[in-house]
């Protein structure tokens, strides 16, 4: 589900011409995202950066044997997103991992790692200096996403209104303006994809006429 839900985040806000995603991290959430998002995107280039390299060899050896792409592993943050068209970053780092000034243009950015309140991947003046900021549940990255330590910090105000990834989808016009726009969709989880994706598998069960009903 959480991988989904970064895939449709880069499908509404990145440019349809992506083709190279950086990512920050190398465990099962660095290769489900990179899984769902080769579904949304022609991704052709994976530049992988975590803070074991030896962790991010063994990701890259591993993801090799399913995805015929160009994988290259880097020692630093700044040289991972300087061509990157996506950054996803997947880790439970305290500490922001990358800076506004690293960005190029037009780069999308899905932040995954944040779901608890100490939590920040993004150096918070991202948030602030961003052409559009997306949070899943404004609620809860007010309080667990990237978005609480740019309040933290001032850069945000704390009443500022965003709309969400779920106005987005309905409406794409309120998404990225142009191709130079600098994109963030700041990630935490919501329940109702839970319940989603419950009813989506339900209702195949119920079709193939799978499963055990119980009374």
């Keep these: 589900r959480t991988a989904i839900a970064g895939a449709i985040a880069s499908k509404y806000l990145s440019n349809p011409e992506s ?70 970053t997947t880790t439970p780092s305290k500490k922001p991992l990358i800076k506004f000034s690293s960005l190029p243009k037009g ?50 105000k704390k009443d500022s209104i965003f709309n969400d990834l779920g106005k987005i989808i309905i409406n794409p016009e309120l998404g990225r303006d142009n191709i130079d726009d600098i994109t963030v969709a700041d990630l935490t989880g919501t329940g109702v994809q839970d319940t989603a994706i419950a009813r989506y598998a339900y209702a195949i069960a119920n079709k193939k006429e799978l499963g055990t009903i119980v009374k």
Excluded at 37 to 66: C, F, G, P
Excluded at 127 to 147: F, R, S, W
């Design 19 to 88: 083709s190279t995603v950086a990512i920050i991290g190398a465990g099962i959430q660095a290769r489900m995202q990179l899984e769902a998002l080769t579904l949304v995107r022609d991704i052709k280039n994976i530049n992988v950066w975590s803070r074991d390299i030896q962790k991010t060899h063994a990701y890259i050896e591993n993801m090799s044997k399913n995805f015929n792409l160009n994988f290259q592993a880097f020692d630093n943050t700044n040289d991972l997103v300087k061509n990157a068209d996506i950054l996803i």
């Design 107 to 156: 780069i999308h950015i899905t932040a995954m790692g944040s779901d608890a309140e100490e939590k920040n991947e993004l150096d918070p003046e991202i948030i602030e200096k961003c052409d559009l900021y997306v949070p899943d549940n404004q609620a809860q990255t007010t309080i667990l996403g990237e978005l609480n330590h740019a309040v933290k910090n001032n850069l945000i």
